[in-house]
DNA sequence: TCAGCACCTTCCTACAATGGGAAGGTCAAG
DNA sequence: CTTGACCTTCCCATTGTAGGAAGGTGCTGA
């Protein structure tokens, strides 16, 4: 099948193949005379892999190794254990680091009246005139 | 005040005040006779209004904004109120795509027993053969 | 048979925010 | 007069994705 036909079917933008295909995430497979590239079940089975991930979070050069991984069937199901962990922990970090700016937000969004006067507890906040979560 | 100096003083980094004066978040403010840029007490207060608002994950785009509405004295506060609401909103849903993630993973991550067996439940969820949160 | 359209190819550009580094100018202390 | 710590500009890299230009391919309908 032609690569519209496998990013359709994966998920995955023809672009995005093609991307994957530069930085070597994905192998570049076999061409027809014309010079289209073309796409079987498989690649699309392993597109789909990579689509799965990406909506996981993993960042493409995680999913390098867990791409080999998949293909290794002499693997460690332990490494694919501690990356996802990694993977987990970053995102439990990002969710805290967000839900402490959310507060803050939402702390300085009930002190301000939001009508037409000029004066804002929002702005005085930033410009540190208020107790502001550190970075 | 040399670059630096602002730069220790604000927590922007002498980089970052560059780059925010080159797209226009900052003024290209006076320069000394050697052409070192030069900077006082105001222009520090500025930069840590910036600095806050990046903390709080607004972008330089929305900073620009919210830098207007600070310098305007006849400003709305309801309209710092709303850029502000809807900026708490999209962390809202940033923070409840990550706890779905997190979710998924922790679910893969409980099911995979992570030692020396190849099978791994994980890689079987990448690949499509179980239930998977869509993006 | 040719026109048109939908597809494919490569290559370049952009985004957002930040950092790294090179090549060179400036200034104060020793 | 050298050394070192600043400063200047300019270019490049990152991460993941998209847009577009310029050109080739191939099917379909008139």
Redesign the interface.
């Known amino acids: 099948m032609q690569i519209g036909t496998a990013a359709e079917a994966s998920g995955v933008s023809a672009k995005m193949i093609r991307h994957y295909e530069a930085i070597g995430l994905i192998s570049s497979g076999a061409r027809r005379i014309n010079g289209y590239r073309d796409y079987d079940s498989r690649d699309v ?1 392993e597109l ?2 990579i689509r ?2 990406r ?3 993993f960042s493409l050069d995680e999913i390098r190794t ?1 791409l080999d ?2 293909r290794n ?6 490494d ?3 990356l ?2 990694r ?2 922990a970053d ?2 970090r ?2 805290v680091e ?2 402490a ?2 507060a ?3 702390e ?2 009930h002190a ?9 507890p ?2 005085a ?4 005139k208020t107790s ?4």
């Open positions: 089975h789909r892999f799965s991930a909506d996981l979070g867990l991984l998949w069937k002499d693997r460690n199901s332990r694919v254990h501690q996802a962990a993977h987990l995102i439990e990002k969710i967000l839900q700016m959310a803050t937000l939402r300085l969004l301000c009246h939001g009508d037409a006067r000029p004066d804002c929002i702005l906040g930033l410009s540190g502001m979560a550190g970075h």
